[in-house]
């Protein structure tokens, strides 16, 4: 299989919307639950997930 810079572009932008749609996903459960231990919990995974999605490259977002 032959390297592709096109083709890496696209998975490392895939990947960093995913882990975006994740984030997102997370926080609206955040607001969603009653519990907040579990709120905060939720919230700081979102930030992780954000945090990594900024950092990859090609994704438009760092």
Do not use: C, H, K, N
């Amino acid at each position: 299989m032959a390297w592709s810079e096109e083709g890496w572009m696209r998975r490392l932008r895939a990947e960093g919307d995913a882990l975006a749609r994740a984030a997102e996903r997370l926080d609206a459960a955040a607001l969603a639950t009653d519990d907040p231990f579990q709120a905060l919990a939720f919230r700081r995974a979102a930030v992780r997930l954000a945090s990594r999605a900024e950092a990859i490259p090609y994704t438009g977002l760092g």
